[in-house]
């Protein structure tokens, strides 16, 4: 007779069935899972972006599927659309800023009139650099046609900045994408509102003048000249050094064969922005700054500080990307090698979990569960490579594990294993545990599987996943309601996607689960506080 009892059961479905009465759909591994809506589509997308794809779909697949769901979005809100593209890219939440260039752009493109003015008044928020104005470029460029509306929204990018902050741009970003500021500008004809814009435009769109013995008389535009003094042949490292410090050049300025000097470092690094500085540290050691105290003391100081890591927009993953660099001590061609300096990867260690702010902690008993099956395996996380979904979900665990006094760390596949890995070890060491763990099928039911026959008492689940599961005997959402009405606790499950895909395994219409994104730098908390309740 259990055939028949098996054939509609909404308690204990198997993976390779829909749970009855749902609106359960086929994910791509031949199980079932929940279809998130749209709008989280749309979040995760942001957040993770499409590039490099993922272990089932192409990178073209992924952002076709990531392009259709934002359209819907578009048609049925424009306006919150935007809103949330702004919330993300401003407050740097996401490891990189073109999910959300992209989207504006289409917001731009294909939103309704108020939806494309909207877009079009969000363009500085969203592109704060050169560079990211010249990828709205290339992405607008194959959606719309260039009207009225557009070059105003372009013309305004430049007007509204100061003119020492139009000055630097155009000497840290010259072109990207096949675009410049003299395409911009040439599109756009901002009008000048001042002696000192007109010569900056007219410098951008026909060329610098002769550049002369003494500095511009125009303070906005020194640093102009000072690039160009800057790449006069047969100019010294040590006058190049006195630029950089006087007129505030960026390491762009400075000529490529004067980037192995220490001295030109040093003068860069007194200004350093903390992105540029993240980039540089093996540099910075090759080149021997790092063998004074004092400058290493200097960069480990403003790695950890909470407050610019947060005004620099420093994303965990770019912090996780350095560290993992730097302390391999050479480049990922092999190219350069460098001895690393063991504060400075401390620091980077500290600086990982400072970027993500400060979460409280609750009470609360937890279990931290990482999907390490082969589909997790596919893919990078922020276009990082050797950065899979399945070796940053363990980063991210351990920012909860760190603010935490009660959890239990567990890897599953079709099977599961308790894993003895704490924030107290370094990063690195994290990150390669899990990449040593094998690989196998998926069943995302084992985490509340294995609490309930251990009798592990849990308040919340976190499972990182990329929801793709098909091999267990009952669902996940099933597993867990289960586990609530065996041991009387109220528990509740948190998936984090690891993945810009449309699947979950929490069911939408329990209260008790929520679909959150890995590697927002809100999520850590979003994670605390509905764990609470
Ligand atoms: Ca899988």
Known sequence: MSYLGAAFNEKRTPQSQPIPNTNQVPNSAGGFSFPVDDWIRLHRFLILGSEGGSYYAAERTLTAENTEAVQRCLAADGERVVREIVAVSSAGRAPKNDPAIF?????????????????????????????????????????????????????????????????????????????????????????????????????????????????????????????????????????VAELVRTYELPREAVPSGLLGERIVWESLLERMPLTALLRNLATLT?????????????????????????????????VLAALKTYVQGHGERGKHTWNPVAKIVDALDAAFYASFGNVESTSKRWVLALD???????????????????VASAAMAMITAATETNVETVAFQTSLQRLSISPRQRLDDIVKTISDLPFGGTDCAQPMLWAMGNNVEADAFVVYTDSETWHGKIHPAQALRQYREKTGIAARLIVVGMVANQFTIADPDDAGMLDVVGFDTATPQVIADFAKG
């Open 372 to 390: 390490v099956s082969g589909s997790m395996g596919g893919g990078t996380v922020g276009g990082i490579i050797g950065l899979s979904p399945r």
């Open 103 to 239: 989207a504006l752009a289409l917001a731009a493109s294909l939103g309704n009139d108020a939806t494309r003015r909207d877009a079009l008044g969000a363009l500085p928020l969203v592109c704060r650099t050169g560079t990211h104005l010249f990828h709205f470029a290339q992405f607008v460029d194959g959606m719309r046609g260039w009207g009225r509306g557009l070059r105003a929204a372009i013309g305004r990018w430049y007007s509204e900045k100061p003119v020492k902050e139009v000055a630097y741009q155009a000497v840290k970003y010259g072109q990207r994408d096949g675009w410049s500021h003299r395409d911009m500008l040439r599109l756009a004809h901002p009008k000048p509102d001042s002696d000192a814009r007109r010569i900056l435009y007219h410098w951008i769109t026909q060329g610098w003048e002769r550049i002369g013995d003494a500095p511009h008389d125009q303070k906005d535009l020194q640093i102009v000249w000072a690039m160009e003094k800057a790449k006069l042949p047969g100019t010294t490292a040590k006058t």
């Open 286 to 318: 090759r080149v021997g700054v790092m063998e004074s105290r004092t400058w290493q003391n200097h960069i480990a100081v403003q790695l950890t500080d909470a407050k610019r890591l947060k005004a620099a927009r420093v994303h965990p993953i770019a």
